[in-house]
């Protein structure tokens, strides 16, 4: 079993910043790709940015040059800066991890989603 806990959501005004992080434990042999997606209320879950272990990234063009996605490799951990925050991004952003376990299975896993909520 993979777990993934995320971290660092909240209300900020427009134009403003937040990161946000997210934690793989469990039975991890390693993990390929991690990513973050959300979803807004009444819209489907969207991709927002990923990278691979080798740190080969990938961003929605609404988030291009706004958003920074990075991770540390020796933590299991992925981060999100977001900056020049806007309204549109309002939305529970969740983390995604594939990868494969210690009994050599591959994983796929979701955090449980964190509120990111922007307005003045």
């Known amino acids: 079993q993979v777990q993934l806990v995320e971290s660092g959501g909240g209300l900020v005004q427009p134009g403003g910043s937040l990161r946000l992080s997210c934690a793989a434990s469990g039975s991890i042999f390693s993990i390929n790709t991690m990513g973050w997606y959300r979803q807004a209320p009444g819209k489907e879950r969207e991709l927002v940015a990923t990278?691979?272990?080798?740190?080969?990234?990938n961003y929605a063009d609404s988030v291009k040059g706004r958003f920074t996605i990075s991770r540390d490799n020796a933590k299991n951990t992925v981060y999100l800066q977001m900056d020049s925050l806007k309204p549109e991004d309002t939305a529970v952003y969740y983390c995604?991890?594939?990868?494969?376990?210690?009994?050599?299975?591959?994983?796929?896993?979701w955090g449980q989603g964190t509120q990111v909520t922007v307005s003045s």
């Open positions: 990278i691979t272990n080798g740190g080969n990234t």
């Open positions: 995604d991890a594939q990868g494969v376990t210690m009994d050599f299975m591959d994983f796929g896993s």
